[in-house]
């Protein structure tokens, strides 16, 4: 927390943050034990769950849950589908997460970044959004633990992410998975 924080009048300080990491597909059970257990030593109002349907996932979007850690497939044409064959556009899942005050959204799974491009449309929503290409391996829960530990004791997440992946152009991050981030709500902070 730097000097200018108490100077800023929108401030969004969230106590207690509460977590959804979930999965649309049972295929991501160790994907999603893996990433839960990170959520859960900084945030004790961790849920996690495989959801059945995209009906079950906005059924517990309106918990009002702060975060939500999804693991799942994007289509080629840019949507999560579920094993009835149903699909939401990544558009129309940021927009249930806004309206439900969702303060991050994480798509936590590999998928291709055309394939967010076709379903993403988050300009101008207050939601901050991270969306993973590739988790690499072990880079995403050890990325996953640094940026949780400096999130959960107060950093925003612009500031987090760029002391841990400077955005520097050209510059590479061997430590880290691929993934981009979108700050729709830069100067919320989600503390434990």
């Known amino acids: 927390m730097g000097i200018l924080d108490f100077f800023w009048k929108d ?10 990491v979930c999965a649309i597909d049972n295929r991501f059970d160790e994907l999603l034990r893996e990433d839960s257990e990170i959520y859960g030593h900084y945030y004790r109002a961790t849920t996690t ?9 906005l059924g517990r979007l309106e918990q009002k849950f702060d975060i939500v850690h999804l693991i799942a497939d994007v289509t080629a044409t840019g949507t999560i589908r579920d094993a009835s064959g149903r ?7 940021i927009q249930h997460c806004c ?12 998928n291709p970044p055309e394939r967010y491009i076709k379903g993403f449309g988050a300009r101008g929503k207050r939601l901050n959004l991270v969306m993973t ?23 925003t ?20 998975p691929e993934s981009i981030f979108f700050a729709g709500r830069g100067r919320t902070r989600l503390l434990a």
């Open 11 to 20: 401030k969004d300080e969230i106590q207690g943050t509460r977590v959804l």
């Open 133 to 155: 290409l590739q988790r690499k391996g072990p880079n995403f829960p050890s990325f996953l633990q640094k940026f949780l530990s400096r999130i959960a004791r107060g950093d």
């Open 157 to 176: 997440m612009p500031v987090a992410w760029n002391d841990i992946c400077p955005q520097i152009p050209r510059s590479e991050h061997k430590g880290a």
């Open 87 to 93: 699909e939401i556009t990544r558009t129309e899942l």
């Open 99 to 110: 309206d439900h005050d969702v303060k991050l959204l994480w798509a936590a799974g590999d």
């Open 49 to 57: 769950e495989v959801l059945p349907s995209i009906q079950a996932l």
